[in-house]
């Protein structure tokens, strides 16, 4: 059993930066596939970024809105994935989830295929 907490998120003006941090229990972090997702109220919830297990060279991916702007990393040592969130725009409010994979996940930005999930941190983007 894995659990997760996010931590990080709160109140930001468009332009700014926040980091979302996740942190994991369990002893084979460092192997699972790690993701962020985010979702606003009557929205289904929506892919971020992941990062891959050191099994599969903890390769990264982002969904075209945050390309450029996000970037997620992970801490093996510290068992803690993170998110920073740079030029934020007002789009970007949502509450951010982090998901966790013990596994190789064929269709990775798919949200029901993920074991673990935490329970969500609110980041609100105001003009």
């Known amino acids: 059993q894995v659990q997760l907490a996010e931590s990080g998120g709160g109140l930001v003006q468009a332009g700014g930066s926040l980091r979302l941090s996740c942190a994991a229990s369990?002893?084979?972090?460092?192997?699972?596939?790690m993701a962020w997702f985010r979702q606003t109220p009557g929205k289904d919830r929506e892919f971020v970024a992941l990062?891959?297990?050191?099994?599969?060279?903890?390769?990264?991916d982002y969904a075209d809105a945050v390309k450029g702007r996000f970037s997620i990393s992970r801490d093996n040592a510290k068992n803690t994935l993170y998110l920073q969130m740079n030029s934020l725009k007002l789009e970007d409010t949502a509450v951010y989830y982090c998901?966790?994979?013990?596994?190789?996940?064929?269709?990775?930005?798919?949200?029901?295929?993920?074991?673990?999930w935490g329970q969500g941190t609110q980041v609100t983007v105001s003009s």
């Open positions: 369990g002893r084979t972090f460092s192997s699972y596939t």
């Open positions: 990062i891959y297990g050191n099994g599969h060279g903890e390769n990264l």
């Open positions: 998901a966790a994979d013990p596994g190789w996940i064929n269709e990775p930005r798919t949200p029901r295929l993920y074991d673990y």
